[in-house]
């Protein structure tokens, strides 16, 4: 297997996806929150790029089944049902509703991943399933995705990537061949293996203490919490991959 982890979607163009199996990470707080969405019984989620495509979308569906959520800054989008924080997603919330979703840059992440053979949704919360279902596909290239922060390496999503590439390497061994974002991942990975730490100290960890989300650093840092991976198939996220439990 080829192992390329990269620090944001800058660099991650159409042609690379193509035909790779990706993990699109956004620990604070897009992939945590499909997660979390997913083990408490969502229908579907339709991640969208921006505020325009998802009121676009709403019309086209039952809204008495059809939840908005996301962010914009950290805050909830104006008319949007729901935010970011994954502490929303409950099981009353979201069991069987569709929850179109956006955020700043995981949901971007994602829909710019369209081009790839196999997209899944990974975070601390399921870190050794996603890991556990990549190397069961054994694809010749996978890509670790890092959602950042507006171009920027963002590190809980550098960190998190850093201990996926760890376990990929110690199942693999020699099996796996590694670009340099991977192996510089894995090493400071190995320096960081307290996750709460991590979030604690980064730059869009400590902006979420200060907005008051000090709760989801505690959750979003919680390792193999869940076992489920969410994928996204045709641009939709159905629930966990049922081969991943
Ligand atoms: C994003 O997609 O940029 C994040 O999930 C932002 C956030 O923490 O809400």
Same mark, same amino acid.
């Given at each position: ?27 604070? %707080? ?44 950290? +805050? ?19 069991? #069987? ?24 949704? *990974? ?17 010749? %290239? ?5 959602? *950042? ?19 990929? +390497? ?33 730059? +869009? ?29 045709? #641009? ?10």
């Amino acid at each position: 297997m080829e192992l390329s982890l990269y620090a944001t979607p800058r660099d991650f163009t159409e042609a690379l996806a193509k035909g790779t199996h990706v993990i699109v990470i956004d620990v604070l %707080r897009a992939s945590s929150t499909i997660v979390q969405s997913c083990e408490n019984g969502v229908e579907r989620i339709i991640p969208v790029a921006d505020v325009e495509d998802a009121t676009k979308l709403i019309p086209t569906l039952d809204r008495a089944e059809a939840l908005l959520g996301g962010e914009q800054d950290g +805050h909830t989008i104006d008319g949007f049902d729901l935010g970011n924080s994954p502490i929303e997603y409950t099981r009353r919330v979201v069991e #069987g509703k569709t929850i179109i979703f956006c955020t700043t840059n995981g949901t971007v992440a994602i829909t710019g991943s369209a081009a790839a053979a196999d997209i899944s949704v *990974g975070c601390f919360l399921n870190l050794s399933a996603v890991v556990a279902r990549l190397v069961k596909a054994a694809p010749e %290239r996978a890509v670790i995705l890092c959602s *950042g922060n507006s171009g920027v390496l963002s590190l809980e999503d550098f960190v998190c990537g850093g201990h996926m590439a760890a376990r990929i +390497h110690a199942e693999l061994g020699t099996r796996v061949t590694m670009n340099d974002g991977a192996e510089a991942a894995r090493v400071l990975a190995g320096c960081m293996p307290d996750p709460e730490t991590v979030l604690r100290s980064s730059v +869009h960890g400590r902006r979420l203490a200060e907005l008051g989300f000090e709760r989801d650093l505690e959750f979003c840092a919680r390792m193999d919490r869940y076992s489920g991976v969410p994928v996204v198939v045709d #641009g939709r996220i159905s629930g966990h991959d049922p081969d991943s439990r």
